[in-house]
């Protein structure tokens, strides 16, 4: 499949079924995760977040196929500002940034520079407009790279406080798990 392909394909709705079953088509046709992070960045913001949720599906079946792509991904991860995009590309982070996980994605990500994520990931937090899922994928993100960024492991409870003074249910329970390991 190529590029305009792709793009073609996912320009309409399309549900959970046909993004399990274009990330297997991709899979199998080793189609260049270059590419599909570029559509990631469509200006069509309902197409670009299919483009990221295809990413994300592609991650989280088959995380080794991103290894040759990992150093675009995290270069193109502090220009992601469409709303529903920030939301894949965080929890794709957030899987790959796990402690127990290692694959080679997480030895890829050990070599390279991640500071300018993490700052992302913070901005995220800090960021009134941007949504609570986010937010929460970022914060577990950030969580599992404190021990590669210790300063991490300083500013991240402020943060969490933070959110929690006001925050929903959901971000009350997402903070206390977070603030729970970061005191453990």
Same mark, same amino acid.
């Given at each position: 499949? *190529?590029?305009?392909?792709?793009?073609?394909?996912?320009?309409?709705?399309?549900?959970?079924?046909?993004?399990?079953?274009?990330?297997?088509?991709?899979?199998?046709?080793?189609?260049?995760?270059? %590419?599909?992070? %570029?559509? *990631?960045?469509?200006? %069509?913001?309902?197409?670009?977040?299919?483009?990221?949720?295809?990413?994300?599906?592609?991650?989280?079946? %088959?995380?080794?196929?991103?290894?040759?792509?990992?150093?675009?991904?995290?270069?193109?991860?502090?220009?992601?500002?469409?709303?529903?995009?920030?939301?894949?590309?965080?929890?794709?982070?957030?899987?790959?940034?796990?402690? $127990?996980?290692?694959?080679?994605?997480?030895? $890829?990500?050990?070599?390279?520079? !991640?500071?300018?994520?993490?700052?992302? !990931?913070?901005?995220?937090?800090?960021?009134?407009?941007?949504?609570?899922?986010? $937010?929460?994928?970022?914060?577990?993100?950030?969580?599992?790279?404190?021990?590669?960024?210790?300063?991490?492991?300083?500013?991240?409870?402020?943060?969490?406080?933070?959110?929690?003074?006001?925050?929903?249910?959901?971000?009350?329970?997402?903070?206390?798990?977070?603030?729970?390991?970061?005191?453990?």
């Amino acid at each position: 499949m *190529t590029r305009d392909e792709l793009t073609q394909k996912i320009a309409n709705t399309i549900g959970k079924l046909k993004v399990l079953e274009l990330s297997r088509i991709l899979r199998e046709q080793q189609f260049d995760l270059h %590419d599909l992070i %570029d559509i *990631t960045f469509h200006p %069509d913001k309902p197409l670009a977040f299919r483009a990221a949720w295809l990413l994300e599906n592609m991650f989280l079946q %088959d995380p080794g196929v991103f290894t040759q792509n990992l150093e675009y991904l995290i270069e193109r991860f502090s220009q992601v500002t469409n709303p529903g995009c920030q939301r894949h590309y965080a929890k794709i982070l957030m899987h790959a940034t796990e402690e $127990k996980e290692q694959s080679p994605v997480k030895q $890829k990500l050990n070599t390279l520079n !991640l500071e300018p994520a993490v700052e992302q !990931l913070f901005d995220w937090m800090i960021n009134s407009k941007v949504k609570i899922a986010v $937010k929460v994928f970022a914060g577990w993100a950030l969580l599992n790279l404190r021990h590669r960024y210790p300063w991490v492991a300083d500013e991240l409870p402020a943060q969490l406080e933070f959110l929690m003074r006001d925050g929903t249910a959901a971000i009350q329970s997402a903070g206390r798990k977070m603030l729970q390991e970061l005191n453990s």
